[in-house]
T-cell receptor
Framework: AQKITQTQPGMFVQEKEAVTLDCTYDTSDPSYGLFWYKQPSSGEMIFLIYQGSYDQQNATEGRYSLNFQKARKSANLVISASQLGDSAMYFCAMRDLIYNQGGKLIFGQGTELSVKP | GVTQSPTHLIKTRGQQVTLRCSSQSGHNTVSWYQQALGQGPQFIFQYYREEENGRGNFPPRFSGLQFPNDSSELNVNALELDDSALYLC????????????FGSGTRLTVV
């Protein structure tokens, strides 16, 4: 069954330091996509980064990078040089690309990140 | 972007509610998610070119519509206390992998 696990309910990081948010996944689909979203208190889900299961390189988007370890089924988000505005909930999500024609995203429970000045 | 209305809503158990979403221009696929407090979003259903083409584990009292003008609705009948949640609308173009754009959601409280 498809599942996303985020084991860190809350994380603290000092401003300007790097932080890693953990995500493991489970799926039987050989082709899938992995997403990270940021959700500030306003509620909007903001897309951060995407990794395809067949992508050879780890995805990067500005200060965000995804540490993709396919054999371990992990897709950790690394935020470099944390800023106060990074304080929010972060969700890892997955979409199966062959067995899921309905476009469903499976989300984890989320990690609340707090950046300290 | 994606806009949702209303932003907040309070309803009584047993009532019916309609939530609205205006997708990003050019996006013909819309999905709805329910996010209970402290949880990740749960997929309700998806519409593509005005037809439902995917559904999560939600009862039939959750229904939807998609209109040609990039707008959509989520209808919930016979509201229950557990329906209290943030309801998120997401749109994207076609069946592509990328471009899930979410709205800010409607916070529904059932009393």
């Amino acid at each position: 069954a498809q599942k996303i696990t985020q084991t860190q309910p809350g994380m603290f990081v000092q401003e300007k330091e790097a932080v890693t948010l953990d995500c493991t996944y489970d799926t039987s689909d050989p082709s899938y996509g992995l997403f990270w979203y940021k959700q500030p208190s306003s509620g909007e889900m903001i897309f951060l980064i995407y990794q395809g299961s067949y992508d050879q390189q780890n995805a990067t988007e500005g200060r965000y990078s995804l540490n993709f370890q396919k054999a371990r089924k992990s897709a950790n988000l690394v935020i470099s040089a944390s800023q106060l505005g990074d304080s929010a909930m972060y969700f890892c999500a997955m979409r199966d690309l062959i067995y899921n024609q309905g476009g469903k995203l499976i989300f984890g429970q989320g990690t609340e990140l707090s950046v300290k000045p | 972007g994606v806009t949702q209305s209303p932003t907040h809503l309070i309803k009584t158990r047993g009532q019916q509610v309609t939530l609205r979403c205006s997708s990003q221009s050019g996006h013909n696929t819309v999905s709805w998610y329910q996010q209970a407090l402290g949880q990740g979003p749960q997929f309700i259903f998806q519409y593509y070119r005005e037809e439902e083409n995917g559904r999560g584990n939600f009862p039939p009292r959750f229904s939807g519509l998609q209109f040609p003008n990039d707008s959509s609705e989520l209808n919930v009948n016979a509201l229950e206390l557990d329906d209290s949640a943030l309801y998120l609308c997401a749109s994207r173009s076609g069946q592509g992998i990328y471009g899930y754009t979410f709205g800010s959601g409607t916070r529904l409280t059932v009393v």
